[in-house]
């Protein structure tokens, strides 16, 4: 079992945990994600780490309820134990010097973005941070992120804050303006990151996307994770989480992420129903 | 001149029920029957069963013991090689091992020794296992990565020479491919609990969740203080045909069905989390072990006609022979000489067939076995909606990706002796599918023994005033 140590409510749609996990605080580096299990009927999911502590021994993640198992683990509070937590898994990103970076998070990606927007600037890069939601409260990490950004672009659908619109609108602001990046890193929901390597095509800026499809074992065993990358077959757990995104093949990883999608939808409906049962 | 007494029978669950239940196939032998088969032992002076075998069971001494009602000395004399009977008793191919080799095979049918081995450690399951005498502690540590039946045969060797062993496991549950692997109907989870209990009574510690080459590496674990490493970690990558559509939704890799399956009960979803998707026509490529394995689960969890899709004759099939006639006795119906061309989808991604060619064997290969080649004018579609691709699998790379030093084969195999399972690192020892590519239980529980013979002997001779100076 490993215990919760701390959680926060950053944003009303999404929680956040510390998990005591010293052999995985130890090692992690950006861009690896950890397997966790909630409990003992519980599925294997993967979840990027969002930030960790070698010194007090705790890894960080957020996660959005959306289906049974975030819910589930939605629910559990500092002092409550999930049964596995297995990692670091994936490869670290890669983190060069490239000039200036720009690194654009949607969703969970904000906080999983973190981590490598953080590795980038340490390694001399000029950061420009785009992060966007629905609106104002819905922003994750924005203080952290404006921490370490040497700029900070953000967008809301409702225009409560920054600039109204979608995170890629942000982006496309930037490269209509002409202005030169070496580097685009994309994190966040998959039709999110398809669009923002759409945009970059035409410009030739090289775009980093993190992968999360449907995942079991992370350790290389199932093949669930499979994508078609640059026209070869890679393993997202082993060979990846990062990407080139003009090579990923968006429309099959779309579709294979629409796999389980009924049977999410009973396992979700029949822990509701159960939830209010007991309420 | 009276005939020899025909073998026992396995009592087995009818066809029919059991195609549709997860509950073990095969039933076991009554002490009657037991007594009656081992009775059928000549007890040879030279007995070549036990050549047959890579761990060399005490076959004529456990099955004498038996014959003559002594269960307790039976089961003394199987565990003296055998760590893990009760699994080797179900899975191996004895057939082809120390059956192959029975005197009796040549002039009839050799003697069910797997059936034996399964029913004395099945007694002693029964009775409470005892744990043997252990030598005296050395408190020299060894680090095992991987708990299948390699790593748990090292283990087990280790602590009863008196090591301290730790066995270091990725997934959340030991067992390896017994856990995530062999369906429970041809292995029941209790029975494998059971036997990693009796490793862990040796003084062996399990650590689940542990990654090496991850979570730790192999030279941290010298520098946390163990002295030898036995890497037991399996095969890992599943392989894919190479064939057009192989990414389409409903094509999986068995180890990905199996691991749905097995490793997180998805047949009792939605009691469990972790769905499984399975369609009603169901093709599985291959004819192995694991494919036998698919192809009976998609049945059980209601498949109406599961295919098996095979290049080579049946002559060829490498599947267990026990396993190959349960799969027919259960209605798993076989395209033999059969190689699939392309996967066939719908425009939302789905699976609906399977481009097949029909192949003829020609000149025997590297192998040994003749090849298939395509037989012109010979494709057809075969209707389906679900792939299940069981060609094998390549070694795991987080290991050898992470350990500078560790020599790898050129398709990843990690590089060791064939009789130690020493590889290029000094202290650093591998056995199993991780060395040798997709094999059997048996053979992995092999290399595991030779590796604690030479582990230990390692350890003995380096006296530990030396300890300091080698690492």
Redesign the interface.
Known sequence: MYRIVATEVPTPNSKLFMIDAP??AR?AKAGQFVVI?VSE????IPLTIADHDPENGTITIIVQAIG??TRKLSELNAGDSV???????GLATEIEKYGTVLCIGGGFGMAAMFPVAQAFKEAGNKLIAVIGARNESLLLWEDRMREIADEMLITTDDGSKGRKGMVIDALKDVLAEGRKLDLVVAVGPVIMMRAVANITRPYGVKTMVSLNPIM??G??????C???VGGE?R?VC?HGPDFDGHEV?W??LM??L???QP??K??LE?YQCEACKSA | MPLKPERQPMPVQDPGVRARNFDEVALGYSPEQAQAEASRCIQCKKPTCRMGCPVEVEIPQFIKHLRDGDLPNAVKALKSKNNLPAICGRVCPQETQCEAQCILAKKGTSVAIGRLERFVADWEGSQGITVPELLPATGRKVAIVGSGPAGLTAAADLARLGHSVTIFEALHVPGGVLSYGIPPFRLPRDVTRSEIDYVRSLGVEIQTNWIVGKTIDVEEMFSEGFEAVFLGTGAGLPQFMGVPGENLNGVFSANEFLVRVNLMKAYLFPEYDTPVKIGKRVAVIGAGNVAMDAARVSLRLGAEQVTIVYRRSEAEIPARHEELVNAREEGVAFKLLTAPTRVLGNEKGWVVGLECQGMDLGEPDASGRRRPVPKPGSEFVLDTDSVIVAIGTSPNPLIPQSTKGLKTGKHGTIVADESTGATSMEGVWAGGDAVTGAATVISAMGAGKRAAAAIHEYLISRTPAKLGLLR
């Open positions: 052999r995985i090692r299990r009927a519980g599925e294997r049974k198992t049964a596995d937590v297995v990692g670091p898994l079991i074992d350790t290389g065993m199932c093949g669930g499979r994508v078609t077959q393993f082993v093949a429309d099959e579709a294979r629409t796999i389980y049977e999410e009973v396992a029949k």
